[in-house]
């Protein structure tokens, strides 16, 4: 089993989301979000920020980072503080050892959804369902969660490629 | 006699300057350029950034933090990940209990060269002179100790003010 935190980065709000995964299978394990707007200063944010994402990190281990590649259509302005959360965000995950992923908004949804194009709407419902939650979740949890289950699925499908080539040459890894 | 360290970050190289200030009298205490592009991917840079950036605020033990303000001017792109660096370079600071200043650029090269229009070369110039370098200093090493020197002299400036108002009220300060 190995366990996964999904982050969704912002300046105002950060989301994260941690699951389980057993071979293909995943689980829900925690989520939340990290409310900034109260802290008067960006500094002060970011100390937050960073601080509250090394105790969940702290309090839950997980082994794989994945944080979603940010779309570059917004002003100069919101992407230069959109940048110091998600520096921030990743440098909680390096500091821990943990490996950082990256994927486009896109994939994520592609991934989770079933295309490119979804909504946040249907990405917070296939997020319920795919992890069996008993309410919709806060919608910068179920981003964190989606970016999660993206790279679980994208792993899964790389052992499974990895294990088809194997038993190809042999099945030697079985 | 209070350490200031002055920080220029970049997502490719970032300049670090700490000068030590008694009275109105700075003085040099060291400078250096935090070198990036050889780390393959964005975690790897903010992780080193910011275990380079900890050696020194631990080395050296400043008081205080300056930082510029960043020129809106640039893509979304590039606002991006000159936001991740900075964050992180904030990160150093607030996690370190220095308070951090902000400053923009006018206002830096209006107090180091005396106009806010100055170029890269006259500050370099500047800060070689007030701080009596043996050499001209590297460009970044050169903004991260003006805007060390600017957050110097603004807090001098303070001083001062502060000084005067109590002197008009008494002089119980002196």
Redesign the interface.
């Known amino acids: 089993m190995s366990l996964i935190i999904g982050i969704d980065p912002g300046s105002r709000k950060t989301g994260f989301g941690i699951i389980s995964q057993v071979g293909s299978r995943q689980e829900y394990v925690t989520s939340g979000v990290i409310r900034l707007e109260s802290f008067p200063?960006?500094?002060?944010r970011?100390?937050n920020l960073?601080t509250c994402l090394m105790e969940v990190i702290g309090q839950w281990s997980p082994q794989e980072a994945a944080i979603e590649q940010?779309f570059?259509?917004?002003?100069?302005?919101?992407?230069?503080?959109?940048?110091?959360?998600?520096?921030?965000a990743?440098?909680a995950?390096?500091?821990s050892k943990l490996p950082?992923s990256e994927y486009a908004a896109r994939k994520i949804k592609q991934a989770v959804v079933g295309k490119g194009g979804a909504d946040k709407v249907q990405v917070q419902h296939m997020v319920q369902f795919l992890l069996k939650l008993p309410g919709l979740p806060q919608e910068d949890a179920a981003d964190a969660l989606a970016v999660a289950l993206c790279h679980a699925n994208t792993q899964a499908g790389l052992i499974r490629v990895a294990g088809s080539r194997h038993s190809r040459r042999g099945r030697w890894l079985e």
Do not use: H, I, N, W
């Open positions: 200063t960006f500094p002060e970011l100390d960073y940010v570059m259509g917004r002003s100069a302005s919101s992407a230069l503080k959109l940048g110091q959360a998600r520096g921030v990743m440098l995950a390096t500091q950082v």
